[in-house]
């Protein structure tokens, strides 16, 4: 395993916690290639309920490793861009709800990464931008193709054009941060959030998921359908009896996810 990235489940809480703050927690191969292992762990793991990605340092990530992404893989093996594709993938379509708690700069692929996270709770110290555009590299993990559609498209323009970082505040109010919490406050309130969500179905979190990503490309007929069907199915599940007898016996429901 990579030394530049740490895992430790809290609770029901998955953390992943990039730990390479001298240089700005940029991603390289090694460390793409164990977060897309843990999450395949994490995935079949039914013990862990929810995912959390964030870093140390001043930056939650500056993006992928430059000084590494140029080097030519051994043959047969992936390129440095097989690999990123091959994580972000992963992450945007996970299962399990995934929290970007995002402890100071986002910027690149670091925001790429924010971008496919269910939502994001930010420090208030906390920075988002594209940054491609200094360094002449083209985005390939969202920033041109998703970012625009999470934010407002001139905000998005702005972002990818001049290169420069916003705010979380300001962020919060074009739409791409949920929540902004003092910076010493981050870490408890992540996992305040994560315990919150660990006590739902998993089953019907894993299917609202599920719907609500595919319904952006569906008309909002085929997407209402789609639900439809979602819940039918979900009524002869044990979850959905389970919340209902604990609703009507005044306890709490145990989820068991099926």
């Known amino acids: 395993m990579s030394e530049n990235v740490s895992f430790e489940v ?26 897309t292992a843990q ?38 093996e992936p390129d440095f861009l097989d690999t990123i594709v091959v994580f972000f993938d992963l992450l945007c379509a996970f299962p399990k709800p995934v929290i970007a708690a995002v402890n100071g700069l986002a910027l690149a692929g670091g925001m790429e990464a924010v971008l496919c996270c269910d939502f994001v709770i930010a420090a208030h110290s906390a920075k988002f931008g594209d940054a491609h555009s200094n360094f002449g590299v083209f985005p390939g993990g969202g920033g041109a193709a998703v970012l625009p559609r999470k934010i407002p498209h001139n905000i998005a323009m702005y972002l990818l054009f001049t290169g ?11 739409g791409l941060v949920s929540e902004v919490v003092a910076d010493g406050e981050l870490v408890d309130r992540v996992q305040a959030i994560g315990d919150k969500l660990a006590r739902k179905s998993p089953l019907v979190l894993r299917n609202m998921k599920k719907v609500a ?6 008309s909002v007929a085929d997407a209402l359908r789609h639900e439809v069907l979602a819940l039918r199915n979900h009524q002869r599940s044990y979850d959905m009896a389970e919340g209902l007898r604990a609703f009507a016996e005044k306890r709490t429901p145990d989820f068991k996810g099926y």
């Open 213 to 218: 990503n595919e319904a952006a490309d569906k």
């Open 164 to 174: 420069d970082a916003l705010p979380a505040a300001d962020m919060k109010t074009y």
């Open 10 to 35: 809290k609770g029901q809480v998955g953390w992943i916690t990039l730990t390479r703050p001298k240089a700005m927690n940029a991603l390289s191969r090694d460390m793409f290639v164990d977060m």
């Open 39 to 76: 999450l395949r762990n994490w995935q079949d793991d039914e013990a862990v309920r929810v995912v959390v990605l964030t870093g140390t340092g001043p930056a939650f990530c500056a993006g992928a490793d430059l000084k590494a992404a140029g080097g030519a893989p051994q043959p047969g």
